[in-house]
């Protein structure tokens, strides 16, 4: 279980000072696919920062489980961060000069995970091993990162906009293979997007607007990824 109580952040001090984060507080249940949905610029990101402990919060308080990160040393939350939790972003990051094999094992490497080839498998990835990044497509260099990410075996996969990036056939296939590794593997799931559709895809929906979350529902059905609107 992860609890977020009342959490509050800011950037810029003074006249300058923006509140992006007004007082959030939710629960994400183990093994949970949870949508944060909310327009560009309500604070998804923010939220996602510091939920995962990338960036600290301004007050509130975040606990995994029992483990309170607000209250963990620099050295604590690096290795918190380091066993629990996956990151997939946008621009999918990956290492320019390294090949795919060496991007993935970087991610496995952490964990000590030997497997790490059969995450490539599992993207259907296995052919492209000894290519850079620059050789693949958009959609190929995120099922890269989604490899990376999951290599190190995280409790928690954290999403952020993961196909904002790839057209509609791309994306879906995107969003396809990590529903198979979560089903796979189980790890627990907080996506945020600003695409309504993908929200059909989410067991937990949670709105988001200016900062607070102002709505949140469950579905009872989830669509696969071939089925929702785009
Ligand atoms: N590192 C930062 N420094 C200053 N302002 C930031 C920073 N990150 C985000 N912001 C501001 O916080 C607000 C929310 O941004 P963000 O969390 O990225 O929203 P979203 O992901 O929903 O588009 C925006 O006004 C943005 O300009
Ligand atoms: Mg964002």
């Not at 790490?116 to 497509?137: I, Q």
């Not at 996969?157 to 198979?180: F, S």
Request: with cysteine.
């Amino acid at each position: 279980m992860i609890t977020v109580e009342n959490v509050y952040k800011a950037y810029g001090t003074g006249e300058s000072k923006n509140q992006v984060l007004k007082g959030v507080s939710l629960h994400i249940v183990d093994q949970d696919f949870v949508v944060i949905l909310g327009a560009s610029g309500s604070g998804k990101s923010t939220l996602l920062h510091v939920i995962s402990g990338l960036e600290p919060a301004d007050d509130g308080e975040i606990c995994y489980d029992a483990r309170n990160i607000s209250s963990m040393s620099d050295r604590e939350l690096t290795a918190f961060r380091k066993d629990y939790i996956g990151y997939i972003f946008q621009q999918y990051f990956l290492l320019p000069n390294l090949t795919v094999d060496k991007n993935v094992r970087m991610g496995a490497d952490l964990a000590g995970n030997r497997a790490y080839r059969k995450m490539m498998e599992a993207v259907g990835l296995a052919d492209k091993r000894n290519k850079y990044p620059h050789e693949l497509s958009g959609g190929e260099q995120q099922r890269v990162a989604v490899a990376r990410a999951l290599a190190k075996m995280p409790k928690v996969l954290y999403l952020d906009e993961p196909t904002g990036a790839l057209d509609e056939q791309t994306g879906r296939q995107v969003l396809d293979y990590i529903m198979k590794l979560k089903g796979k593997l189980g790890f627990t799931m907080v996506m945020v997007t600003h695409n309504q559709n993908i929200a059909d895809m989410a067991h937990t929906v949670i709105c988001m607007n200016s900062g607070k979350i102002v709505e949140q529902y469950q579905n009872n059905q989830p669509k696969s990824a071939y089925e929702i609107a785009w």
